[in-house]
């Protein structure tokens, strides 16, 4: 802090050598402030912003030397968070990135280079960890602290996703959403919630205003998993059937491909519980509604032999986990297609700028692109929306790992 020389006339930066703008996220606040310091500054003076979503070929439009005008969006808290976008307008110079990338690098942080589209990487490919949340909330499926057990102690992230809105702030979240979507000309995969717009007209903002999905005034309890179900189904004939289908006697325990149990059990006459893909110690799963009672305490007492901690929603296609991670790995392969930046920078992003355990695609190729396409058409088939459309490069790169396999 000592380094630091407050100013309050603009023309003190003229002997600068980089400029980061930091202003309130309104494009023409941005516009009027480049304006002045591309009067100001000598055409060498790198000009930058410190954006989350703002177009820079909007904020460099209309000023002299636009090529010197580029994003460096750093995260919070910055100190500590080693990701910077460093993000090209139309007119940015290939020097002026180069030169944000070193300097980034010297400053101990990691760069990853983008093109100036709604969102950038993060803000973009991260979009559906939180929509999914926020539609099976709207749809009943669980309460809330049951949603964000399932992702942060089922599949690795290291918040869950409502918890994490309360944590940025209601508002700022939803004003993301707003923005993306509306940047994409109201891209379905996008699509706000009504339950977050609710909170945030109602002032529950999350944490720091003491309410928000959550009651942050109050401690909160942790979430434990069902009853233990007595030993009476002792011994059980379990089999290993095809990829993903375990036999417990008579009752099949599928892992989810995005279709409901109620759905696979009258398919296959037989009683089903589904389980969510990539489950930890803690699993979620849920039952179809033929079932005999028994024949779901019965799965439920295989997973907790298993020394699982057993979670159960209500029947709904691809689950929590699954259907999730689905949606981003798709999100960021469309955004790979599009040019919006390199594979390792996409994966790169994911991992710093938001704590994935992995990078997007990196975890599609481990997961499977036939099986991430066939549980995204299952959903697009069960809802008859646009939202769950596979982009082009996720079948194509199905076509070529089937082409592999056969």
Request: hydrophobic share 45%; proline share 5%; with cysteine.
């Amino acid at each position: 802090m000592k380094r630091l020389i407050p100013v309050t006339d603009i023309h003190a930066l003229a002997a600068a050598d980089l400029v980061i703008e930091a202003a309130s996220e309104r494009l023409e606040v941005k516009k009027a402030l480049f304006a002045q310091l591309a009067e100001v500054c000598p055409p060498q003076t790198l000009l930058t912003t410190n954006t989350s979503s703002i177009s820079i070929t909007a904020i460099a439009a209309e000023i002299k030397n636009p090529e010197r005008v580029a994003g460096l969006h750093f995260f919070n808290p910055a100190p500590v968070m080693k990701l910077v976008e460093v993000v090209s307008g139309l007119a940015t110079a290939a020097e002026v990135v180069e030169q944000l990338c070193e300097l980034t690098l010297s400053w101990g942080k990691q760069p990853v280079r983008c093109h100036s589209t709604p969102g950038f990487i993060v803000n973009r490919v991260a979009r559906p960890y939180y929509s999914e949340a926020w539609r099976a909330l709207e749809e009943q499926v669980a309460a809330p602290e049951v949603i964000d057990a399932a992702l942060r102690d089922g599949a690795g992230f290291p918040m869950g996703p409502l918890e994490l809105t309360d944590l940025i702030g209601q508002d700022v979240n939803f004003a993301v959403t707003c923005s993306v979507f509306n940047a994409f000309w109201q891209e379905r995969r996008f699509l706000p919630s009504l339950v977050q717009q609710e909170l945030v007209i109602g002032g529950r903002l999350g944490k720091k205003s003491g309410l928000g999905v959550y009651d942050w005034r109050a401690e909160r309890e942790a979430v434990v998993g069902l009853e233990a179900v007595s030993d009476s189904f002792s011994p059980m004939k379990v089999e290993k059937k095809s990829d993903g289908v375990t036999e417990i006697d008579d009752v099949l325990l599928i892992e989810t491909q995005g279709e409901t149990a109620q759905a696979l059990a009258i398919r296959l006459a037989r009683p089903v519980v589904v389980i969510d893909k990539m489950a930890g110690k803690v699993v979620t799963i849920a039952a179809a509604a033929v079932n005999p009672d028994s024949a779901t305490r019965k799965a439920i007492y295989y997973l907790q032999q298993q020394g699982k901690t057993v979670l159960q929603i209500a029947d709904y296609p691809g689950m929590l986990i699954w259907r999730t991670v689905a949606m981003i790995i798709n999100e960021a392969l469309d955004a790979l297609q599009k040019g919006v930046a390199s594979e390792q920078d996409i994966d790169t992003a994911m991992r710093l700028g938001v704590n994935y355990p992995y990078g997007p695609l990196a975890w599609g190729a481990q997961l499977g692109w036939q099986r991430i396409l066939r549980l995204l058409e299952n959903l697009q088939h069960h809802y008859g929306e646009e939202r769950y459309r596979p982009c082009s490069l996720l079948r194509q790169r199905a076509l070529l790992e089937s082409g592999y396999e056969s």
